[in-house]
């Protein structure tokens, strides 16, 4: 199930969404697609499955990435390139900057989220469980260059999925 948390300025949580078509509307206003692509058990990440992908997302190079849990290499995503972020297993929390603040998207496996060259992003895989995903990039001719994104007013990872059970109903009550 995707979320979107949309924060204000200062980081303050507004609406929450886990609506698909609110996800994409909310996203669309930012020049970002996200959506779910499942691949069945077993399949081999061949051609014959990555080239539809590039088709699709008009992507030319695709890498495995994965990180979390202190190990692994955090996604280094070219200021220059679209870059397409594929969850495989765990989830990944990306934060957008947006008009009036920024926006929140929680990711599990099977979903991807688009984010056009230029626009400041943030990654965070969590301090407590692995993320296994695959980076599809395109290079953008001409394009904006991409700011990195400052979270310290906005949540970590465990937070931002602790608040979102609580606010669905779904908190564990130990």
Known sequence: MGVLAIFDAEGTW????????????????LGVRWGRQYIEAGVQLDIDVLAPLHRLWGTSSVERVRWGAGEGTRPQTPPDALAVHWVQSGTLLVYLQARDGYVGVLCEAGEWISIPAGLACALDAGGTSDVDLLLFLAAVKAPPARQELSTSSLPSHEAFVETMLEMTGYANDE
């Open 14 to 29: 507004g609406q929450t969404h886990v609506c698909d078509h609110l996800l994409e509307h909310n996203l669309q206003a």
